[in-house]
């Protein structure tokens, strides 16, 4: 599959070559399918790449978990020592290695060969002195040959047809062109690259033979001029290891949602918050007429409904009209089951993130206001918001806004796509998982799938893993930002076997089962006293809860 907007892998990774070292950071801030992580995998470049785009993300994502890379030689290994040492015609170092990709690979190289350096080799005489006794055998060999072929004979060639060739001991050897050579043989020098067409197969044995010994010798002293002459490294060009098959590092894909963020406009300046906060939008047209981004949003969400993971879990809304409240913006009426209920509608800024406080704020509104539930639209969540699901008797449903809607009015509200997708909370147990070798207290994560609003029941029920493609664990939350220290994969059917396949490799099955499980590896308890986890399903969507350890 590739992108509309595909960028040729050529083009980057010349760009990456040119500008960058291994180990080095590549920053990509339109991601599309991923071509530049690609490349800079490949080549052993970290990279950070970007999009709003689910889809764009999760293309990404599955070309870079699907991809098999060149094995390429570190300078820093002992395998790149030896090759090393064998390019160069120098005893290996034998000093210690620790795989840092930041030493770079080991490269091919152009040598610049000048008669200085050829005159200051001294290897060229060894050579010669090594090689030299196999060129003479071979040479006294073809002589030896010749001069056991005595017998005349009659050979046709164009218009010396007829002419007859005498090959005596004792005379003298008559070669096509009209010149001879001394009866006892050729020289090294005299010898013809290519034998006579009525040479014998004795004869034509032993001229290969020659030319065998000779060739080699002229290698082995063309491979040490190259060796110790000036060079230039290919950077293009990295001796591979063919026996070993490379797949992407580790990664993950983050989201905004952890963090706040500065409320701007297009042009990336700083608009006024309260506007922001209240759905204020400046329209593109001549005369800056300030349009309703709630009104926009409202009106998408009339049509598009509200999308869960199972087609049969939308919310389809019968009515949706404004509701002049402070925090909620709309009331919207559907049915579960057989029963009519009604739905405050909360929408957050077109530019920021929705924080936990306002949430509550909303959620109480909607108490008082006597909704049956709370439908949160935002782009983005903080990490705390995840932790509020329920105030009272109203269930809060966070809905995340597809990025398409920031198009505004040239977004057309046909309810094509989904544009407001509910994807539930974790559904985790924290177990005990013994201690360690110093008695410290270890503890693991089960997670048993992901909380799901059933509007045909209004209940909350906890689904399967199958839904589940990734999930990831941060064991000592800092509250800041999300680092993850596991991930597993999961799903029905396997769907990573795809993986596996590709690979054409064999996989070591009890590191692939660890992989793909819904218990974690035990892990010491955090000293932050908060551990954090980040669910993604098939769709590219995802949501993260901060849990407390006591």
């Given at each position: 599959m590739s992108y509309v907007v595909q960028t040729s892998?050529?083009?980057?990774?010349?760009?990456?070559?040119?500008?960058?070292?291994?180990?080095?950071?590549?920053?990509?801030?339109?991601?599309g399918s991923g071509t530049t992580a690609y490349m800079?995998?490949?080549?052993?470049?970290?990279?950070?790449?970007?999009?709003?785009?689910?889809?764009?993300?999760?293309?990404a994502r599955s070309r870079l978990m699907g991809a098999r890379y060149p094995y390429y030689l570190l300078a820093d290994?002992?395998?790149?020592?030896?090759?090393?040492?064998?390019?160069?015609?120098?005893?290996?170092?034998?000093?210690?290695?620790?795989g840092d990709i930041r030493h770079g690979f080991v490269y091919e190289r152009a040598p610049n060969i000048s008669l200085d350096s050829i005159s200051k080799n001294a290897e060229i005489d060894v050579i010669w002195e090594k090689r030299q006794p196999a060129v003479e055998r071979a040479r006294a060999e073809l002589n030896t040959a010749l001069k056991g072929y005595a017998t005349p004979f009659t050979i046709e060639t164009g218009s010396r047809a007829g002419a007859r060739i005498d090959f005596t001991v004792t005379g003298e050897v008559k070669l096509l062109s009209g010149e001879s050579a001394p009866a006892d043989g050729f020289m090294e020098w005299e010898i013809p690259r290519e034998p006579l067409a009525a040479w014998p197969p004795a004869v034509k044995a032993a001229l290969a033979r020659f030319w065998?010994?000779?060739?080699?010798?002229?290698?082995?002293?063309?491979?040490?001029?190259?060796a110790k002459a000036e060079f230039e490294y290919l950077y293009d060009k990295p001796y591979?290891?063919?026996?070993?098959?490379?797949?992407?590092?580790?990664?993950?894909v983050e989201s905004l949602s952890p963090h706040r963020t500065l409320a701007v406009d297009w042009d990336d300046e700083l608009i006024d918050t309260l506007e922001?906060?209240?759905?204020?939008?400046?329209?593109?047209?001549r005369d800056d007429s300030v349009t309703d981004f709630a009104h926009m949003i409202i009106e998408n969400l009339k049509a598009a409904g509200v999308q869960q993971a199972h087609r049969e879990d939308r919310i389809t809304f019968t009515a949706l009209t404004g509701w002049p409240g402070r925090f909620i913006c709309a009331e919207g009426a559907f049915m579960e089951g057989e029963r009519p209920k009604r739905a405050g509608i909360f929408i957050g800024p077109e530019f920021g993130t929705v924080s936990r406080p306002d949430l509550v704020a909303a959620a109480r509104e909607a108490g008082d206001a006597g909704f049956d539930v709370l439908i949160a639209c935002a782009f983005n969540y903080d990490a705390h918001s995840a932790e509020f699901d329920k105030l009272g008797r109203v269930p809060v449903l966070k809905a995340r806004m597809n990025p398409d809607l920031h198009m505004g009015t040239d977004l057309k509200a046909t309810g094509a796509g989904n544009l407001f997708v509910i994807f539930g909370e974790p559904d985790i147990k924290i177990e005990d998982a013994g201690a360690e070798a110093s008695g410290s207290p270890l503890i693991r994560v089960k997670v048993f799938g992901v909380d799901v609003f059933k509007p045909q029941?209004?209940?909350?029920?906890?689904?399967?893993?199958?839904?589940?493609?990734?999930?990831?664990?941060?064991?000592?939350?800092?509250?800041?930002?999300?680092?993850?220290?596991?991930?597993?994969?999961?799903?029905?059917?396997?769907?990573?076997?795809?993986?596996?396949?590709?690979?054409?490799?064999?996989?070591?099955q009890e590191a692939w089962d660890s992989l793909h499980s819904d218990t974690s590896r035990p892990f010491a308890k955090p000293a932050s006293g908060r551990i954090a986890v980040k669910v993604i399903n098939h769709l590219g969507d995802e949501v993260m809860k901060v849990f407390a350890v006591e």
């Open positions: 892998i050529r083009v980057l990774e010349r760009c990456i070559l040119l500008t960058t070292d291994p180990g080095d950071l590549v920053l990509d801030p339109t991601c800079a995998e490949q080549w052993g470049r970290r990279w950070i790449t970007i999009d709003t785009s689910r889809v764009a993300v999760a293309l290994s002992p395998e790149g020592q030896r090759k090393e040492g064998e390019i160069t015609r120098t005893p290996p170092k034998t000093t210690p290695t620790r065998e010994a000779r060739i080699a010798r002229q290698r082995e002293i063309d491979a040490s001029i190259a591979a290891d063919t026996a070993r098959v490379r797949v992407a590092g580790p990664f993950t922001a906060s209240e759905g204020k939008r400046k329209a593109a047209d029941t209004g209940e909350v029920i906890s689904e399967g893993t199958d839904g589940i493609a990734l999930w990831m664990l941060d064991t000592d939350y800092n509250e800041e930002s999300f680092f993850v220290r596991h991930a597993y994969f999961l799903g029905a059917n396997d769907p990573y076997k795809a993986l596996k396949t590709t690979l054409k490799a064999e996989i070591d």
